[in-house]
């Protein structure tokens, strides 16, 4: 390469387009009518690279100003407080009857109704299938692609998913990409920075602000034609696989309709719901972060027992792709064991696992953040290189009056210690005024790990022209070793 060529640099504003699949023609992802309404609104999607890299390339403070600017005489009915004036404005009202009226009236009317026996089972096993079909399905499958699967198996997931009510695939695994991509950020559809009811429902409930608006790219979802197919009718899905469905399978097989309308439709679907928003609040609030604390992801078995095994959503974030969500044996994942269930009957394949060398790696860094973060809050001694330098002469005019000795080049005021030295009194008296290096190292005592960091916190100075070894275990370590040499 000669001196006038210079490396291409990246262009972000197309990888940005890629990235939001905004530098192709894509079908639009909220449908139209009140099936897209059941799916969010499309003002949060109408977004271009253009302005996803601004944002990504302004600082805060210039985000912050430019949008104070931008919507100083245009506020947003989401950021206008709470009044009785305007709350009924700032509610979804169509997801407010979807997500908690329809199931409030399930509940009251399930104290009136008594189900069969059958019927209570017929609700379990619809509740399992629709929640395998959001976990392995929506979301493994689809929405991080972490294993490719048979026509049958997609056609089941999209069937018994659209019974969770809970948007198509399509609309789902992009709002899904888009809280990975934006992941504790406004744009993140589900920030648990807002707080647990936000991120669990709130969201849902409460109309969203269009300028946090974000795209993913989903162009591999819509060449699957299950995912398009159920978009486009999943107003029709939804209804007949979460209420038709259970109510003509209870009823015409033993008689019990209203039994399969209100507990294998309502209040499986209900739950289901309830289970799948604990991904985006439970799993972002208890539990630990092996993996990565920056982000409020974290893992806890009690969230994998809720959600079919996607509790261990701390190792998710760090490894999306990875089929697994638990990595031990006994860490609780039905999901996992389904997938590759179905990849032994041939039903799926391709099953993405991250390197064990890359998850150890993503451990011992955490881990070592910690110990960090324990070492800042010790008292370790100066460093040498704070230290004032001393001469000779000045050391040995302030030793026996300051109690001062040297080891490894370094002056450590030990006046206080006298007393408290576990050889005795005598023994640290004798080395006053005098390099005690050796004697410290192990000609008369080989010092503890504990003898040595309890030494650092005693350094005042170094010696003028000496050699200087910060390192006093090591040192005496070298001068054990040579010591076994002669």
Known sequence: MTSTEQLETVEITKLNAIAAGTNKKVPRIVAAGLGGKLMGTADLVKVTAEEITQDSMESLAEKDAREKAEYANKKHISEEPWTRDNWAKKINWLNLILVAGVPAIGMGAAFTITPQFKTIVLAFI?????????????????????????????MFF????????????????????????????????????????????????????PKNRARADISDLVADKVVVFQHKHYLLLMIFSAFVFPTLVAGYFWGDYW????????????????????????????????????RTPRDHVLTAFVTFGEGYHNFHHEFPSDYRNALKWYQYDPTKMVIY?????????????????????????????????????????????????????????RAKKEGLIIISGIIHNVKNFIKEHPGGQALIRATLGKDATDAFSGA??????????????????????????????????????????N
């Open 126 to 154: 619809l509740y399992v299938f629709s929640g395998v079909s959001i976990t392995a399905g929506y979301h493994r499958l689809y929405a991080h692609k972490s294993y490719d699967a048979a026509l049958p198996v997609r």
């Open 158 to 209: 999209a069937f018994f998913g659209a019974g969770a009510i809970e948007g198509s695939i399509k609309w789902w695994g992009h709002s899904h990409r888009v809280h990975h991509r934006y992941t504790d950020t406004p744009r993140d559809p589900y920030d648990a920075r807002r707080g647990f009811w936000y991120s669990h429902m709130g969201w849902m409930l409460q109309k969203a602000n």
């Open 259 to 294: 039994g399969g309308f209100i507990y294998g439709g309502v209040l499986k679907s209900f739950i289901i719901q309830q289970a799948t928003f604990c991904v985006n609040s439970l799993a972002h609030w208890i539990g630990t972060q092996p993996f990565d604390d920056r």
């Open 341 to 397: 269930a179905l990849s032994q009957l041939g039903l799926a394949w391709n099953l993405k696992k991250f390197s064990q060398n890359a998850i150890e790696q993503g451990l011992l860094q955490q881990q070592q953040k910690k110990l960090d973060r324990q070492r800042q809050k010790l008292n370790w001694g100066s460093s040498v290189e704070e230290l004032p330098v001393w001469t000779r002469e000045e050391f040995n005019a």
């Open 444 to 485: 008369v005592y080989r010092h503890s790990n504990a003898a040595h960091n309890i030494l650092a916190t005693m350094r005042v100075a170094v010696v003028k022209d000496v050699s200087v070894n910060a390192n006093t275990f090591d040192a005496q370590e070298e001068f054990m070793a040579k010591e076994k040499q």
